[in-house]
Every structure is written in structure tokens, then in C-alpha cells.
């Protein structure tokens, strides 16, 4: 029997009829955030070169391994899988520690699953694996996955038109995504969940087009989103918290110098939460301790930058007391589940909002909401930013940063975010599109990673390079 | 005596189907004594991308539900095989204890599959969607 949460997360796709977005994703940032597209379309691919020239520890395909995966299982620890411009029919499973997997051209290295395979690359339980400059495209479920790993990277990768996700990392620790691309996924582009601490990095992603943009469930702990652009999805950045994954609550997520707008597409692929966020920038679902800073964010009929609960209804688990968020996610996993007599509200806590710049967020630039708690016992604060619509009103002067918060601040129900009018708004949104069918703006011709015929293998560490976080500033507007 | 446990119930089969090398037994020709219901139940969740609890012991003769409580799809597959039609083919061929699991297609997120564990052994499974046997998303049951 399917349970009630159950039917409402089906992912319904409905052929509708599709709305052209064009392809009008050109786009020059003049700040941080890299947009990585370019207007010209791709070449066509070759067909697979295989004249390339033997050297140790460099395993050629097609010339050495006719497929991928055949060079993948021929690999030891510490090679090098380079693979010629082409187009590769495979669902490629890597099992072997510290390899490193890059194409010559992330344009025109294209493994396509022709709609019927599961995943372009997937890394199960093998550390240090690198994917390195190439597409995936047209697979049942991602273009590219890590699960149960220590020490990931991904650089210069392009996920097109995916089943799940576009770029897929879950229960794993020690990563980097970078320079890396995700469209046309019913649920993220780009996801990181279920880990604590993560020790992860987001750095130059461009996500487009998808149900969500960044989608982080139960995850955080150093783990930072930075320098990315999000847009055209149904929604941007959500990080959220809920007991169908492990290590509950998300918390400690640093989201700094994003680019976010335009997250109200009504024509993407789209899970059942992708629906019900959609219009809103960046939304906390049910997140802890994350902090959002220095983000520019445009273009919403929700909220630019909203705090709100995530109601569970049939949860696995008490919630944690607070005093346990700081349980790594190892730990938490030990523990038994202690089933709750009835629902979860998720509420976002103790998050700080600051510096963001924020316009024609149609309900309100900057939000905080719950469904009963009151607003002032949740910690979140809100500093700095330059806006012009909030809820509850001045919510600045409501939960400013620094000092405790008080019943007594103002009036906190004045223009106050009623979250439950979504679930109703959900009801009668865009329905998700076939993610098979779905419009997309043309596939770009990505930035390449530079050398890649020559430079040396790297295995991914499991310490993600450090990042200058004061640096960054919040980054111009585009398109 | 526990041997006054063992049901009347005596599988004699040639049982060429291994459960991996911790499975109850492979490639043997052998008797297989079957252990009845003993009544108790336990429930592991199947969350997304985890079995809780991941590793279990239970008496043989215990049923175990297995029960989709995320939001995707999942298969519990035995070790020895490889995906959701192996599953099916393994199914319909052995009536071993090698032969028992759950494929994609009928355990989507609200559905529930028990399976009775009496023989005993030790059974690893994994999901083949988000998972290889022992990573990922992947569970062992020992039965005693």
C-alpha cells in the first residue's frame, strides 16, 4: 500500500505541450561566478580516435580499451583513463580507488545512455575517483554519481538531460565539483546529501532547467556552495532536511557569491518538491546553521531568499534534539529510529542571512516562515542585505544578526510568509515534464579543461582546497 | 534439541544457485532443513539510499518486512545478482533460499516486501540502483 507522502513524491511526467525557452544563454559574467557557456553549438563528434600513443599508466580508449569500462576495470590505483572524442554507449561502474577518468574534450566526449541506461559514470564505494572533462547525457537516472566515497572530484563535467540527477553525490565526503554543468533533471542538477561533515566544494557550477538547482538533503558541515550560477530551474538552491535519507538535520551549508534568478521555469522536468518550491531562489527547507551571504538574487515570484519549514508526514525518525546536530553523520547512522507518533515539521534554525542583494522577488526578497512555531524562538537573523520586500515586514529590525531574538522586536505577524497557501499553489503549478522531451536551451560548448591531452593525473583528495570566503564579493548581475 | 526445531518441511535439491560466499549454502547437493515461523517480525526501512538497520541478526523462522520509505525506487537484490531481471529470472528458477529479493518495479516508495528467513545463513543483499554489494546502499541479514 502506498502511503499518502508517497503518491504526492510519484514523479508524475506528463507530455505537455512545451514553451521554448531559447537558447539565449549566452552569458558574460564580469565577477566570480563563471557561466561557462558560449552560444555556437557543439561539433559533431568524432567517431573514436584510436592512434593515440601507449604510455604507462595511461590507459587510451578506444585505442587501448575499446570501452570505457574496459579500461575501467584494467585500471590500478593511480592511472590515468583518457578517452578520445566520441560518443560512448556505456553505463560505466568504477569500483577502483584514486583513478582518474577524463576525456579530451569535455565537448565531444559524450557517453549517451540513448535513454535506456542508468548512469553515465558511477562510483560506488571507491575513493579519490576523479571524472574529469566530458558529457553525459540521456541516462534513466544521473549523468554522473558518487556513492559511499572518500575523496571525490568532478571538473568540467557536463550533465544533459538525465532521468534523476545531472551531477550525484550521496553519502560521500571530501569532494570538489568545479567548472561543472547540470540541465534537464527532473530532480537537481547538481545534489550533495547525506553526509556530515561533507568537507565539500561547489565552485563554478552552472545549473539550468532543472526541478531543482542544487538540491542538498541532510547534508553540510563545511560543505560550501560558492561562485555558481542557478537559474531557470523551478527552483535555485534548496537545502533541505528530511528522514528518508540518513544523518538528519541539513545543517552548516555556506552558500556565498551565487548568481540565482529566473528559478521560476515552468516548462523542466520536476519532482513533487521541485513543484512545490517552485519560484523561490534560495530556500532553506528545513535546514539548520547554514549561512547565505554576498548572493545576488533576482527574479522570483516567491521569495528571493527563503527560510521556511519542510513538513514530513510520514517520517522515519524523531527529530534530533539539538544538542545532537553535531552527530557526524557515521554516528548518527548508528542509531535506532524512534518512530514519532505523527508529523515532522522541519523547521530552518539559526541561519544567518547576510549581505545578499535581492530584487523583484514578487512575495519577498528576504523570508522567514514556519507553520506554528513562533518566528522569533528559530534563531534565523538578517543583516545587510539590500532589499526591498520582506516577511514577516522589516524583518531586519525583527531578527537582526548579533542579539537574541525577541517576541517583542515588532509586530511578526505583519505581512508574515504563509507557507501553507503552497501546498495549494503546488496543485495547480506547471506539471513536470518528460524530462525525455523536455524543452532545453541548446547544449553549450563548455569550457574544456585545459591540457587535458597532457596533464598529469590527480586523484581526488579527500581535503577539498581551501577557500577564501572573505574574498569573494557579491557578483554582477548577467543576461 | 534444537535439531526438534527443524520443521518436517525437508527441501532435498540439488542447489546450484550460490548466495555468495557467506550464502546459507552453494553449489551443493545437500538437504535443507527449513526452520518454521516463529512469530516474530522485525521491519527494516528502506530509506533513500539506505537499509536501517544495514546489518541485522534474527533467529531463522523470523519474517522480515522490508519496507520503501523514501522517495525513489529501490530493489533488494542477493549479492549473486546483477540487476532487476536477474532478480526475476532467479526467481522463477530456484525455490532455493538463495532465491529470494525484491526488483525495482514492484517496491517503489509506500510498497512493502516480507520475505520468511528460515534457513540459516548469511544473506547480503544491496540495491543495484544506488549501490554494489557492500557499498553503497547495502544490508546484511545473518540468521542463527
Known amino acids: 500500500m502506498k502511503r499518502s507522502i508517497s503518491a504526492l513524491a510519484g514523479v508524475v511526467l506528463l507530455a505537455v505541450g512545451l514553451v521554448s525557452c531559447g537558447g539565449d544563454d549566452s552569458a558574460t559574467t564580469t565577477n566570480a561566478p563563471s557561466t561557462d557557456v558560449a552560444t555556437s553549438e557543439a561539433p559533431a563528434t ?34 590515468l583513463i583518457l578517452i578520445a572524442p566520441g560518443t560512448y554507449n556505456e553505463a560505466v561502474q568504477v569500483t577502483t580507488n584514486n583513478i582518474v577518468i577524463r576525456g579530451l574534450d569535455r565537448n565531444t566526449v559524450i557517453l549517451d ?169 534560495i530556500l532553506s527547507a528545513g535546514g539548520v546553521q547554514n549561512i547565505i551571504e554576498r548572493n545576488r538574487v533576482w527574479n522570483h515570484n516567491k521569495t528571493g531568499i527563503g527560510l521556511v519549514p519542510f513538513l514530513e508526514e510520514d517520517p522515519n525518525d524523531s527529530m534530533p534534539e539539538k544538542t545532537a546536530w553535531d552527530t557526524t553523520c557515521a554516528d548518527s547512522k548508528k ?145 | 534439541m534444537k535439531i526438534s526445531l527443524v520443521s518436517s518441511i525437508v527441501v532435498s535439491a540439488v542447489l546450484l544457485v550460490s548466495c555468495g560466499a557467506d550464502s546459507p549454502e552453494s553449489a551443493v547437493t545437500t538437504t535443507i532443513a527449513t526452520v518454521p515461523p516463529n512469530g516474530e517480525s522485525i521491519t527494516i526501512q528502506v530509506l533513500d539510499n539506505s537499509y536501517r538497520p544495514s546489518e541485522y541478526e534474527i533467529k531463522a523462522g523470523t519474517e522480515v518486512v522490508f519496507e520503501n520509505r523514501g522517495r525513489n525506487d529501490h530493489n533488494i537484490l542477493p549479492d549473486t545478482i546483477t540487476d532487476d531481471a536477474g532478480l526475476t529470472a532467479l526467481l522463477a528458477s530456484d525455490m532455493s533460499p538463495a532465491a529470494w529479493g525484491v526488483p525495482s518495479t514492484a517496491f517503489t516508495p509506500g510498497d512493502s516486501f516480507t520475505h520468511l528467513f528460515n534457513v540459516p545463513g548469511v544473506y547480503k543483499f544491496y540495491c543495484s540502483i544506488h549501490g554494489a554489494p557492500g557499498a553503497g546502499m547495502y544490508g546484511t541479514l545473518t540468521v542463527s
Not at chain 1, 72 to 77: M, Q, T, Y
Not at chain 1, 126 to 153: I, P
Not at chain 1, 376 to 381: A, E, I, P, V
Not at chain 1, 426 to 453: F, G, I, Q, R
Request: charged share 20%; hydrophobic share 40%; glycine share 10%.
Open chain 1, 46 to 79: 568524432d567517431a573514436p580516435a584510436t592512434d593515440a600513443p601507449a604510455v604507462e599508466g595511461v590507459l587510451n580508449v578506444p585505442a587501448d580499451y575499446p570501452t570505457i569500462q574496459e579500461a575501467v576495470d584494467a585500471a590500478v590505483e593511480g592511472d
Open chain 1, 113 to 281: 545512455g540513448n535513454f535506456e541506461l542508468d548512469n553515465g559514470i558511477r562510483v560506488v564505494g571507491a575513493n579519490g575517483v576523479a571524472l574529469e572533462n566530458m558529457t553525459a547525457m540521456n541516462y534513466t537516472k544521473n549523468g554522473f554519481f558518487w556513492t559511499g566515497v572518500t575523496g571525490y572530484r568532478g571538473d568540467y563535467l557536463t550533465a544533459w538531460r538525465n532521468g534523476d540527477y545531472g551531477v550525484y553525490v550521496f553519502d560521500s565526503v571530501g569532494g570538489v565539483l568545479d567548472h561543472s554543468y547540470g540541465a534537464g533533471s527532473p530532480d537537481a542538477g547538481v545534489y550533495v546529501g547525506e553526509c556530515y561533515p561533507c568537507d565539500s566544494l561547489i565552485n563554478h557550477f552552472v545549473s539550468e532547467h532543472n526541478g531543482l538547482g542544487y538540491s542538498g538533503t541532510n547534508s553540510g558541515g563545511n560543505m560550501i556552495i560558492v561562485n555558481s550560477i542557478f537559474r531557470r530551474n523551478r527552483a535555485g538552491v534548496v537545502p533541505n532536511s528530511g528522514s528518508y535519507e540518513l544523518c538528519y538535520p541539513e545543517r552548516k551549508t555556506t552558500i556565498i557569491g551565487n548568481l540565482v534568478y529566473d528559478n521560476n521555469q515552468p516548462d523542466t522536468p520536476a519532482i513533487d518538491v521541485a513543484i512545490l518550491a517552485m519560484g523561490n531562489g
Open chain 1, 335 to 479: 542509531l535506532m529510529p524512534v518512530q514519532p507518533d505523527g508529523a515532522l515539521l522541519w523547521d530552518s534554525q539559526d541561519t544567518t542571512v547576510r549581505g545578499n542583494v535581492l530584487e523583484d522577488n514578487r512575495r519577498a526578497d528576504i523570508a522567514v516562515g514556519s507553520a506554528g512555531t513562533d518566528l522569533w524562538t528559530l534563531g534565523n537573523c538578517f543583516e545587510g542585505n539590500t532589499f526591498t520586500t520582506s516577511a514577516p515586514l522589516d524583518l531586519e529590525k525583527l531578527a537582526p544578526c548579533g542579539s537574541p531574538l525577541s517576541k517583542d522586536a515588532g509586530d511578526w505577524t505583519a505581512g508574515d510568509l504563509n507557507v501553507i497557501t503552497w501546498l495549494v499553489d503546488a496543485e495547480t503549478a506547471p506539471p513536470s515534464v518528460d524530462w525525455k522531451t523536455a524543452t532545453l536551451p541548446d547544449m553549450p560548448v563548455l569550457e574544456s579543461m585545459p591540457n587535458a591531452a597532457t596533464a598529469a593525473a590527480v586523484p581526488a583528495s579527500a581535503t577539498p582546497p581551501a577557500i577564501d570566503l572573505d574574498a569573494i564579493t557579491v557578483p554582477d548581475k548577467i543576461d
